[in-house]
């Protein structure tokens, strides 16, 4: 794409949407990299640039907007930030890259296809990088993301191509460690606005932009193919029937299907799939629609229409994020919500904590604010016992604290125990 | 008062709407809906879930996308309008006949009460009256104990709304703490809540202005004519334009002007200015909204331009 192009805002309404989260140690720059996006691609609109005329624009003030933040010089929350290209539109997951708030992070990774991850060219000495980027790598790859590495203030480093060299071998070691593959690097400044919407000045760089690299970013792949889910949010009724409305997590549905339904698995077939109201042939991944089945089957809320390989369990081993402030407590019993199942849950074990300084494994017997550790969780009634790395909609759980209401953890089923 | 589109689809009865034959949800305005609609269905959950219903487009897109969630069944929402009663009298006869259409049951509630009550006291006789619909807004949860209430607010409208959750809890005085937001991963939203307390529910918040009009173009949703070019008094005042009504009288030195204009909001008649237009219809909308250069809240909204953190501020008193 050149420079001179002019993108309207949201100008492809009808084409596709790429949903990804920024990343970065605190400095290394994310906040004027988004700035940057959102002003070259000519998104901003004028009253919300007002103030950013000049020379040395803050394009950080565009995505730092709570006052709080703006006393502290520190993005708190995530944000949410909208742009297009004439291809695509995206949605910006701006996370924050202060140690206390990967909480943050992991929530913006888990409603973004791909992650942007901004490692400060300048900063990278001897080939060590930061903590909070090797913390920020480890959460991609725990939560199964595809990453694009901005190597940001190349002008400050001379567009040094060795310096660029350095990061990316450094990074390379650590995505060996964390299994993470086809990883795209490209060197950017964000100040300048090289290499992220307009071609840089590096004349060694050949490769695609920023932009670029996202447009060919594939939304998160489609799990159509895949083995059929559909939890259900709410049973309605009409005309003396039931129908059962849900979102498709995985697979695909067409009246007529065999399908299995509820924690007994029992057979049943599909009569009739609505959205809407209206009769559809086929519904795919990611389609919210209502069910009518031929029989009369106890299937409530909560309750899964699934393929017939489904198979449930009571025990499970997971990567366990832990969100709460409020550290884990052994004899207490949390709320786990899988699709659209509540259910009580106990973490009977911690395997281990991964140090995300070192990115090993340490034996550990608690869980605080921001540890990712290996658990084995019991449930009361049987969840769905399936694997996040095939099945990310279902293979995905939450806790919630009873007491407090809070949400204490994200949970990613590695293993089915029982 | 006269309505841009008919009415075409007849969701309730299930079966006039066009779907498409296959549903994919990849597309934009798709993978939009299929959200809203999961949203709406995790509503519910609560026992007495409102709809704010304003008679505004997000509202009436947000109408929409409820009655398609539970379609054919009826949706377990009513709607309920904080009205100041500084509303365009079309717009209040559009609200009534589309709830009434929609077979859900409307509660209004008047910033005027809260006025007579003391609850909410006014500046003068003719300030905006927007800040104090959040004292009405919790007057009326407490009377109807509503445990969620459903707003069509957007992240892209303004700073403060771009870290909202889609689930948003409230304390008892209905005041949003941004440090205390609970994560919110994979759509599976939290939505426990304690004595006293409520949430707020935002199904619209990955959506757009343009993905409203694209929408709005689409399902052929019907809105007050004063969305599309009419003619109006108007007067210019800084780089503004304010309709001059009853209640919003010119100025003795002011030049009144007749021009072609429609709203791009339809909130208090106080604080909502329109913009010249020559846009007949929802896709003219639209692509006058691809081009646009100023954002919807700037150049329609005077209450967000007192202070960058107005918003911030209202939310943090319990505005919606």
């Known amino acids: 794409m050149d420079g001179g192009a002019i993108f309207r805002p949201a100008a492809n309404w009808s084409g596709e949407q790429v949903r990804f989260m920024t990343a970065g140690s605190v400095d290394d720059g994310k906040s ?104 920020h790598a480890a959460v991609a790859a725990l939560m199964g993301l595809d990453l694009i590495v901005a190597v940001n203030k190349m002008d400050l480093v001379g567009w040094s191509q060795e310096r660029f060299d350095e990061v990316r071998t450094a990074f390379g070691d650590v995505a060996g460690v964390l299994g993470l593959r086809d990883i795209a690097f490209v060197p950017v400044s964000g100040k300048r606005g090289d290499n992220i919407v307009r071609r840089g000045e590096a004349p060694w760089y050949e490769g695609p932009t920023l932009v670029e690299l996202l447009e060919q970013a594939p939304a998160r792949a489609s799990h159509a193919a895949s083995p059929l889910r559909l939890p259900v949010q709410v049973v309605l009724r009409h005309g003396g029937g039931r129908l059962y409305a849900g979102r498709i997590e995985s697979g695909a549905i067409r009246p007529g299907d065999r399908v299995r339904v509820g924690p007994g698995a029992v057979e049943a077939s599909v009569a009739q799939v609505r959205v809407g109201g209206a009769g559809v042939a086929r519904a795919e991944a990611g389609a919210s629609v209502t069910i009518e089945l031929t029989e009369d089957r106890d299937l409530d809320r909560g309750g899964v229409i699934a393929d017939g390989g489904v198979r449930y369990a009571r025990r499970v081993v997971a990567d366990l994020c832990w969100l709460d402030e409020h550290a884990w407590t052994p004899a207490r019993r949390y709320r786990l919500r899988q699709g659209a199942l509540e259910t009580q849950a106990l973490i009977e074990g911690v395997r281990f904590v991964r140090d995300m300084g070192t990115l090993e494994n340490a034996p550990a017997s608690a869980l605080k604010l921001n540890d990712i550790a290996n658990v084995q969780i019991a449930a009361r009634d049987p969840i769905l016992g399936d694997l996040f790395t095939e099945l990310p909609g279902t293979g995905a759980f939450v806790l919630f604290d009873p007491e407090s209401n809070q949400t204490a953890a994200a949970g990613m089923i590695r293993e089915i125990v029982e | ?199 707020r529910v935002f199904p619209l918040s990955n959506w757009t202005e343009a993905d409203i009009w694209a929408y709005i173009a689409r399902e052929r949703i019907a809105l007050p004519s004063l969305y599309y070019r009419h003619a109006r008094d108007v007067v210019r005042r800084q780089d503004l334009l304010f309709p001059v009504t009853d209640l919003t009288p010119a100025a003795e030195s002011e030049v009144v002007e007749r021009l072609v204009v429609r709203f791009r909001t339809v909130g208090d008649i106080t604080c909502t200015c329109p913009v010249e237009s020559d846009a007949a219809n929802a896709e003219d909308v639209l692509i006058e909204t691809l081009g646009a250069t100023v954002s919807e809240r700037g150049a329609t909204r005077m209450d967000d331009r007192a202070n960058a953190a107005a918003m911030e501020r209202r939310k943090l008193e319990g505005y919606f």
Do not use: C
């Open chain 2, 1 to 199: 008062m006269r309505l841009a589109y008919e009415f075409g689809d007849a969701l309730m009865g299930g079966e006039a709407f066009q779907a498409p034959a296959l549903q994919t949800a990849t597309t934009r305005l798709d993978r939009l809906e299929a959200e809203a609609v999961y949203i709406l269905r995790e509503l519910a959950f609560y026992e007495r879930a409102a709809l704010m219903f304003s008679g505004g487009k997000d509202s009436a897109v947000l109408l929409h996308l409820a009655l398609k969630a539970f379609a054919p069944a009826r949706a377990p929402f009513r709607l309920l309008h904080i009205d100041t009663g500084h509303n365009f009298a079309e717009v209040i006869a559009y609200r009534d006949a589309r709830a009434k259409e929609a077979g859900l049951p409307l509660i209004v509630r008047e910033v005027e009460d809260s006025i007579r009550r003391g609850s909410v006291r006014l500046a003068g006789p003719n300030a905006s009256r927007n800040g104090a619909q959040a004292v009405t807004l919790l007057e009326a949860q407490q009377e109807f104990e509503f445990d969620a209430l459903i707003g069509g607010a957007r992240r892209d409208e303004e700073k403060a709304r771009a870290k909202e959750r889609v689930f948003s809890h409230r304390d008892a005085f209905g005041a949003w703490r941004p440090r205390a937001q609970r994560p919110e991963l994979w759509g599976l939203y939290n939505r426990h809540i304690g004595v006293g307390e409520n949430m």
């Open chain 1, 32 to 135: 004027t990299l988004i700035g940057r996006l959102l002003l070259d691609s000519k998104s901003l609109l004028t009253d919300q640039a007002a103030g950013l005329e000049g020379e040395d624009i803050d394009l950080a003030a565009l995505t730092d907007g709570l006052e709080a933040e703006r006393a502290q010089g520190i993005t708190i929350d995530v944000a949410y930030r909208y742009f297009a290209t004439p291809r695509t539109s995206f949605i910006i997951a701006d996370a924050p890259g202060h140690e206390q708030y990967t909480r943050n992070m992991v929530t913006a990774a888990s409603v973004s296809d791909v992650v942007v991850l901004v490692i400060d060219a300048a900063r990278v000495e001897h080939g060590v990088l930061k903590p909070q980027t090797r913390r």
